[in-house]
C-alpha cells in the first residue's frame, strides 16, 4: 500500500522526484480546493416532508462527479490526465462495476422516519450512524398514521410484499382502530414516565410506528446500492418514498453525471442470466419451439394436473424482460 508520500510522488515525473527532497517535492504539488456544488449547498439543511410527519434532509457532503474522476485517475499515473473525457471515464467505470472510485464521496443525511421502516433502512450496513436515544430522552411524540385509502393487501405471489389497495370503508375502520391504539400506547408510556420508571423500560410497548430520527452518512457506492434496491418498485411503499425523494431531489443535484450512468446502467437496464439469454437468441431466430424446450429444460414451465403452469418468479420475471424487449413469451400465447 501506497504511502501518503508515495502518493504525491507518483503524480510527479520520475526525473523530477529522484533528486528532489520530500519538501521540494511537496512545494511542486497543486494546492487543491474543496469540491464544491452550489445547486447542493442551496439545498442544505432544507427538510424534505416524507409520509406524513417524516422528512429527509441534507446535512453535508464530500466530493462530486469531478471527484470520483480525480480517484479513479490517480490510478493510472503521470500523463494520462486527458486520456478520457470525465463523462465517458464515469460511464466507463459504472459500466464495469469499478467501485472504489465512488467510495471517495460522502454524503449525511438527517432523517426522521417511523421504526418499522427504519428497521430495513438500518439493513444497510456500509453506513455511519447515530440515532435518537430513547433511553436518554423521551421518545417522540408522533406515530405514522395510515390513511383510509393507503391500506394494502398482502401480495399473492410475494410472500413480503403488498397486493392491492384494501377498499376505503374497511379502512376507514383500520385507521380509526389505529389512531386509538396509538394514543392509547402513548398514554401508557406517558405515565409510565410520570411514574419515575425508567425510560429504557417505559418505552418497551411503544409501537413500530414512531418516528425516530437518525443522522445516515455514507459513502456514494453504497448509496447507489441503496437506492437501487428500495427505489425499486418491489419495495416496501414507506421506505421507497425515502429513497425516491433522495433520488429525485438531490442526487441529480449532486453527482449529475454519475447518476444519469447510474440510471442508463442500473435502474432503467436489463440484466440477462444464461438462461435468458439463450431464450432470446431463439426467439430473435423465429424460433419459438427453441425458446419453449429451452425454458421446459430449465425447469421453468412445469404445469399441473390441469395443463396450466404452475407459479414461477423466475419465468415471472423473464415475461416482462422479453415483453420490454419487444419479444412475446411463446408459452403465453
Known amino acids: 500500500m501506497k504511502t501518503p508520500h508515495e502518493s504525491v510522488e507518483s503524480t510527479l515525473p520520475r526525473t523530477e522526484t529522484a533528486h528532489q527532497s520530500p519538501s521540494a517535492m511537496l512545494s511542486t504539488v497543486d494546492r487543491l480546493a474543496r469540491p464544491g456544488v452550489p445547486t447542493l449547498d442551496a439545498i442544505l439543511g432544507h427538510p424534505f416532508r416524507v409520509l406524513d410527519d417524516g422528512f429527509i434532509r441534507l446535512l453535508d457532503y464530500m466530493g462530486n462527479d469531478a471527484a470520483v474522476v480525480q480517484a479513479a485517475r490517480i490510478s493510472y499515473g503521470t500523463g494520462t490526465k486527458r486520456v478520457h473525457e470525465d463523462k465517458n471515464l464515469i460511464r466507463y467505470l459504472m459500466r464495469h462495476s469499478h467501485t472504489t472510485p465512488f467510495e471517495m464521496c460522502e454524503i449525511k443525511f438527517h432523517v426522521r422516519v417511523p421504526m418499522d421502516t427504519w428497521r430495513q433502512w438500518i439493513r444497510h450496513r456500509t453506513a455511519n450512524v447515530n440515532e435518537y436515544s430513547t433511553r436518554y430522552s423521551l421518545a417522540i411524540d408522533a406515530a405514522q398514521r395510515t390513511a383510509p385509502d393507503q391500506w394494502r393487501t398482502q401480495s399473492s405471489v410475494n410472500r413480503q410484499g403488498s397486493g392491492d389497495r384494501i377498499p376505503e ?33 417505559a418505552r418497551k410497548d411503544l409501537p413500530l410506528s414512531t418516528y425516530t ?56 437496464a436489463i440484466q440477462l442470466s444464461r438462461t435468458e439469454l439463450d431464450i432470446v437468441h431463439a426467439l430473435i431466430a423465429n424460433d419459438p ?34 415483453r420490454l424487449l419487444g419479444l412475446t413469451p411463446p408459452w403465453c400465447q
Open 213 to 268: 430520527e437518525a443522522y445516515w452518512k455514507i459513502d456514494l457506492h453504497n448509496l447507489l446500492h441503496f437506492l437501487r434496491l428500495r427505489m425499486d418498485e418491489h419495495a416496501q411503499n414507506e421506505i421507497r418514498s425515502y429513497a425516491t425523494v433522495i433520488g429525485t431531489e438531490i442526487m441529480p443535484k449532486w453527482v449529475p453525471i454519475i447518476w444519469e450512468a447510474f440510471l442508463d446502467y442500473q435502474i432503467d
Open 289 to 322: 419451439q427453441r425458446a419453449t424446450a429451452i425454458a421446459a429444460q430449465r425447469n421453468l414451465l412445469k404445469r399441473r394436473s390441469d395443463g396450466n403452469l404452475t407459479r414461477n418468479r423466475e419465468r415471472t420475471e423473464l415475461d416482462v424482460k422479453l
Open 169 to 201: 370503508p374497511t379502512g376507514q375502520a383500520l385507521s380509526s382502530a389505529e389512531q386509538n391504539i396509538q394514543k392509547k400506547m402513548r398514554q401508557v408510556y406517558q405515565d409510565r414516565i410520570s411514574a419515575g420508571v425508567a425510560r429504557e423500560q
